[in-house]
């Protein structure tokens, strides 16, 4: 049995790891893992050091951030330069396929939904256990409905009654966990 961290010798021949994806893909996922990473930084950097409230400098807020905007940094580089050893550059892209752009799609429905709930329903008015249940209820049963499985595309009552449970259980135990765990003040 083969150690499943080897690439196949096979695959070093054509560029193509054990899934399938041509080393394209991972520069790709390295450039987009290495561009969040810096906006994770940048974020981080920027945030109120609350020095006037004389905060230790090893818990202000923005260090974890940071420290994981490093990370994604670093570990997008590293994938960028597997790939750009794999040959990266060298190789057209093929044409996506069906489950590739199905795959596509779903990311870019995460992308509006969570970008939805951090610029429109989070620190506009609303209170936070409040917009948290609609973002989650809201997922669950957008990404249902996009669902490959025809009877879980059907949005019946109990798929209303169950995200809207699930939603809101998510948002209380979180509300609760950051104000009496964390003594966060959400908004």
Same mark, same amino acid.
């Given at each position: 049995?083969?150690?499943?961290?080897?690439?196949?010798?096979?695959?070093?021949?054509?560029?193509?790891?054990?899934?399938?994806?041509?080393?394209?893909?991972?520069?790709?996922?390295?450039?987009?893992?290495?561009?969040?990473?810096?906006?994770?930084?940048? $974020?981080?950097?920027?945030?109120?050091?609350?020095?006037?409230?004389?905060?230790?400098?090893?818990?202000?807020?923005?260090?974890?951030?940071?420290?994981?905007?490093?990370?994604?940094?670093?570990? $997008?580089?590293?994938?960028?330069?597997?790939?750009?050893?794999?040959?990266?550059?060298?190789?057209?892209?093929?044409?996506?396929?069906?489950?590739?752009?199905?795959?596509?799609?779903?990311?870019?429905?995460?992308?509006?939904?969570?970008?939805?709930?951090?610029?429109?329903?989070?620190?506009?008015?609303?209170?936070?256990?409040?917009?948290?249940?609609?973002?989650?209820?809201?997922?669950?049963?957008?990404?249902?409905?996009?669902?490959?499985?025809?009877?879980?595309?059907?949005?019946?009552?109990?798929?209303?009654?169950?995200?809207?449970?699930?939603?809101?259980?998510?948002?209380?135990?979180?509300?609760?966990?950051?104000?009496?765990?964390?003594?966060?003040?959400?908004?």
């Amino acid at each position: 049995m083969t150690d499943p961290g080897l690439v196949p010798e096979h695959s070093v021949a054509t560029g193509v790891d054990e899934q399938g994806r041509p080393p394209r893909s991972d520069l790709k996922d390295a450039s987009g893992w290495i561009a969040l990473g810096l906006a994770v930084l940048v $974020g981080s950097i920027t945030m109120d050091r609350l020095e006037q409230q004389n905060i230790n400098p090893v818990t202000v807020p923005g260090l974890l951030p940071g420290l994981l905007g490093i990370a994604m940094i670093l570990l $997008g580089s590293a994938l960028g330069v597997r790939s750009l050893r794999r040959g990266a550059l060298a190789q057209s892209t093929p044409a996506a396929s069906a489950d590739e752009r199905e795959q596509r799609k779903r990311v870019w429905i995460a992308i509006a939904l969570c970008v939805g709930y951090g610029v429109v329903l989070v620190g506009h008015g609303l209170p936070f256990w409040l917009a948290s249940t609609l973002y989650v209820t809201a997922s669950i049963l957008v990404f249902q409905r996009v669902s490959r499985d025809a009877v879980e595309r059907r949005l019946g009552a109990m798929a209303w009654i169950k995200a809207l449970v699930i939603g809101a259980a998510a948002s209380v135990v979180t509300w609760l966990v950051f104000e009496m765990v964390f003594l966060v003040r959400l908004p």
